[in-house]
């Protein structure tokens, strides 16, 4: 399992603050990648995110809300064929 950001972020990065892996990048540019990216190979599931997230915008990956659901193949893409961690 690995957490999923979805559209509600307010790139506001108190996540990336308390990642412990530090596997959560900004998406630029934001047009494209409008929230920030979690990846999924490296998320250690610690939740710390979660908690930190002031408007519930992260979820595991098998508990994504259906109305957000195109989140995960997005975050996924990110890292496998967008810019990654190169877009910080």
Do not use: H, K
């Not at 979805?6 to 630029?28: F, K, M, W, Y």
């Not at 047009?31 to 710390?48: H, K, L, Q, R, V």
């Not at 995110?49 to 595991?60: G, H, S």
Request: charged letters at 25%; hydrophobic letters at 40%; glycine letters at 4%.
């Amino acid at each position: 399992m690995t957490y999923v950001i979805v559209s509600l972020c307010q790139r506001d990065a108190l996540c990336v603050e308390v990642c412990p892996v530090e596997c959560i990048v900004e998406g630029n540019p934001e047009d494209e990648w409008p929230t920030y990216m979690i990846d999924p190979d490296n998320c250690i599931d610690c939740g710390a995110c979660v908690a930190e997230c002031p408007v519930d915008a992260i979820f595991p990956d098998d508990e994504v809300p259906e109305e957000f659901t195109a989140a995960i193949e997005l975050n996924a893409r990110f890292y496998s064929e967008g810019p990654g961690y190169d877009a910080a």
